[in-house]
């Protein structure tokens, strides 16, 4: 008996913490789906009018443009699907991954590959700020992250994926665009009261190759965090209900410089700017 018992308590320990764990991981998964809900919108907004654009510096002009189509209800929300692979551990994993986007707040959910073992990924932007939990097989949390310098960062990732929702770069209160050069088009705006300035460079038809911005962030993941070149390139223009998008990306810090660091390549297999749940 007394056997029984000595093996009986650390068993009875590791189901409750394993439980504990799941309601854990459950908390977070609950809360990523109630900001995403609280970010899906419809947009009340006026038929999109090519005559909103003048005045706009020429890549600008193009690049919205071609966004959103003539007579097309600028959406105010859009959840992307999307596939493709995540630097970790210095090894690129299979990535699939939804996300919500909206002027004011983001969610990203995605799954990750490692080592056979999925690891799920929520990061978010919302009213109360930033967080990033990561959870392996739903029960052993492997990443943990918010505060001042999360969600400063993750203003800097929000402003930088508004080119898959081009109605937030419409011109407008908070949105002023200036010319950099002939391809090159710099939109100011303020994201979770972070002002930031987000470069935009556009082929001759207006269809974005490349964005970039200097971006709060800790690179080299150190827990220092600072000022950093990140940006992408973009590929694969492809229409989704009156909004075209860049499909293709592969994004990183020090984008621009020598030191540029891909850590995502990802595409866009779906995009709908309806404004419901999904």
């Given at each position: 008996m007394n056997k029984v018992l000595l093996i009986g308590a650390?068993?009875?320990?590791?189901?409750?913490?394993?439980?504990?764990?799941?309601?854990?991981?459950?908390?977070?998964?609950?809360?990523?789906?109630?900001?995403?809900?609280?970010?899906?919108r419809a947009s009340e907004d006026p038929p999109f009018d090519p005559a909103m654009l003048d005045g706009l510096p020429g890549p600008a002009?193009?690049?919205?443009?071609?966004?959103?189509?003539?007579?097309?209800?600028?959406?105010?929300?859009?959840?992307?699907?999307m596939t493709g692979r995540f630097l970790l551990g210095g090894e690129w994993r299979p990535l699939t991954a939804t996300e919500r986007l909206a002027a004011d707040g983001l969610v990203w959910r995605a799954e990750v590959k490692a080592g056979g073992l999925?690891?799920?990924?929520?990061?978010?932007?919302?009213?109360?700020g930033a967080a990033l939990r990561a959870w392996a097989l739903g029960l052993v949390?492997?990443?943990r992250a918010d505060g001042p310098d999360v969600t400063r960062s993750a203003a800097g990732r929000l402003a930088a994926e508004m080119?898959?929702?081009?109605?937030?770069?419409?011109?407008?209160?908070g949105v002023k665009w200036e010319g950099v050069d002939a391809d090159t088009a710099r939109v100011r705006l303020t994201v979770a009261g972070a002002p930031l300035a987000v470069n935009l460079?556009?082929?001759?038809?207006?269809?974005?190759?490349?964005?970039w911005m200097m971006r709060w962030g800790d690179p080299d993941g150190d827990g220092v965090f600072s000022e950093a070149p990140?940006?992408?390139?973009?590929?694969?223009?492809?229409a989704f209900g009156g909004h075209t998008i860049p499909t293709s990306i592969r994004v990183g810090w020090g984008f621009g410089?020598?030191?540029?660091?891909?850590?995502?390549?990802?595409?866009?297999?779906?995009?709908?700017?309806?404004?419901?749940p999904g």
């Open positions: 650390p068993l009875s320990f590791l189901a409750v913490a394993a439980l504990a764990a799941s309601a854990a991981h459950f908390r977070d998964a609950r809360a990523a789906a109630a900001l995403e809900r609280s970010l899906a002009r193009r690049y919205l443009a071609a966004a959103v189509a003539p007579g097309a209800r600028p959406g105010r929300s859009v959840r992307i699907t999925p690891i799920s990924v929520y990061d978010t932007l919302g009213p109360d949390p492997v990443a080119i898959w929702l081009p109605a937030a770069l419409l011109p407008g209160p460079r556009v082929d001759p038809d207006g269809r974005p190759v490349a964005v990140f940006g992408g390139e973009l590929s694969g223009p492809r410089t020598a030191a540029f660091a891909p850590f995502m390549e990802a595409e866009i297999t779906g995009a709908d700017f309806s404004g419901g």
